[in-house]
């Protein structure tokens, strides 16, 4: 960016501060660019007690007994983050499961998919991102509701 910063960034930054709060969002990040040697690269985030307790129910307690092992491994939901098929959003956004409200989507749980066949659309600042299956599999789980705000790196699917 220019050493001189444009009046409207400060406005553009303070927007964007507003809609992290009002969704409740924790971070979000835009680049604009003004011309060949301008731009503008903001990343607009908030910390708090939410990243440090995120982490907590992830790990299992630990088995009472050999009897209720097997019930207290059923309670402990597994985080589809860190499946090895997980779909992610690339991007903060709203997510739509079909192309127009309507519409069938583009694919549903138990669909087989193709390499690159564009599972959801992510939209951000006005502008619909087809995401596409990074590789060719079964769609087992729909993680995400048409409609619904989706952060960076958040599941949106598996598909294995």
Known sequence: MTDTPHKSDVAFIQALAELLRENDLTELRVKREYGADDSLDVRVSRGGPAPVAAPAPAAPPPPQAPATAPAAAAEVPEDPARHPGAVTSPMVGTAYLAAEPGAAPFVKT?????????????????????????????????????????????PLMIVE
């Open 110 to 154: 138990g669909d087989t998919v193709e390499e690159g066949q564009t599972l959801v659309i992510v939209e951000a600042m006005k502008t619909m991102n087809h995401i596409p299956a990074p590789h060719a599999g079964t769609v087992k789980r729909i993680l995400v509701e048409d409609g619904a705000p989706v952060e960076f790196g958040a």
